[in-house]
């Protein structure tokens, strides 16, 4: 795992829009496996930037968003499929048509987790996976106690993950009990991983992924089996690490090492 330790949440959310927007010029075709929350709302500013000033283009590349609610239509106001419209597609030059993510209204639920599973396999699985961190070590909607091979399926949230989430709806009682959300065997098949995480609320988190036991209790735990995985923290949600140390002495600053 390369954990990089940036100053601030500005700091980190600029690495990652910059490894986003290089992998897009490396590899225009890649397939981007997508994720939401508030964390990521830097990071697609930041794309758009970069797609503006020219330096980044969607327009061969093909993404699959992580989750969404079950019950919510794609033109809910507080749908994931909204979201990414607001927040990226229709800033960018993306294809309509290239853009995934499960249909929260669909009829049968649990047929379409296994129509998205299979379209994700059907494209070669994700190439470069963005993540978030929940405060309790979600990944996705991978609540813990999930199975660490689980693919996409319809997964209960906790309490605690529809308290941090009711800032995004009109009423706490609205935010739905349920979501499609691709599963921890799904994101493992991704070619690499980056995940995001700032703030202090999510230092207990950060340092359970990073340094503690593999556990479904933390399903972000399950990343330390991956082979490439990128970690971006601020200094708020690296506080809780014991191996900082080491991580200043590779990576100082959050940069590369030189070798
Ligand atoms: C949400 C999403 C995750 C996200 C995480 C953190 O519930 N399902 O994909 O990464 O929780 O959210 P935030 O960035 O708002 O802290």
Not at 21 to 44: C, H, I, K, Q
Not at 76 to 82: E, F, I, L, M, P
Request: charged share 20%; glycine share 8%.
């Amino acid at each position: 795992m390369r954990v990089l330790i940036l100053p601030d949440a500005a700091a980190a959310a600029d690495r990652v829009a910059g490894l986003i927007a290089a992998r897009l010029r490396a590899d225009p075709a890649v397939v981007l496996g997508l994720a939401t929350g508030g964390t990521m709302e830097a990071v697609y500013a930041r794309l758009i930037a970069a797609h503006r000033a020219g330096q980044a283009s969607f327009a061969q590349a093909t993404s699959f968003n992580l989750d969404e609610y079950v019950g919510l239509a794609p033109d809910h106001a507080c749908s994931y499929w909204r979201y990414m419209r607001e927040h990226l597609f229709s800033q960018v030059d993306m294809r309509a048509e290239a853009a995934h993510l499960p249909r929260g209204d669909a009829p049968d639920p649990e047929a379409e987790a296994d129509r998205y599973e299979a379209a994700i396999a059907a494209a070669g699985d994700i190439g470069l996976q963005l993540l978030g961190l929940g405060a309790n070590g979600h990944i996705g909607f991978n609540e813990p106690t999930s199975s660490l091979s689980s693919l996409t399926r319809i997964k209960t949230l906790t309490r605690s993950t529809r308290d941090a989430n009711a800032r995004f709806f009109d009423r706490a009682e609205d935010v739905p009990r349920l979501a499609i959300t691709m599963g921890i065997g799904t994101i493992l098949r991704a070619r690499e991983v980056l995940l995001l995480a700032y703030g202090a609320g999510k230092a207990d988190a950060a340092a359970a992924m990073i340094e503690g036991a593999l556990s479904a209790a933390c399903p972000a735990s399950a990343l330390q089996l991956h082979r490439k995985v990128t970690v971006v923290l601020d200094e708020a949600a690296a506080a809780k690490l014991t191996l900082r140390d080491y991580f200043d002495c590779v990576h100082p600053g959050g940069r590369d090492a030189e070798i």
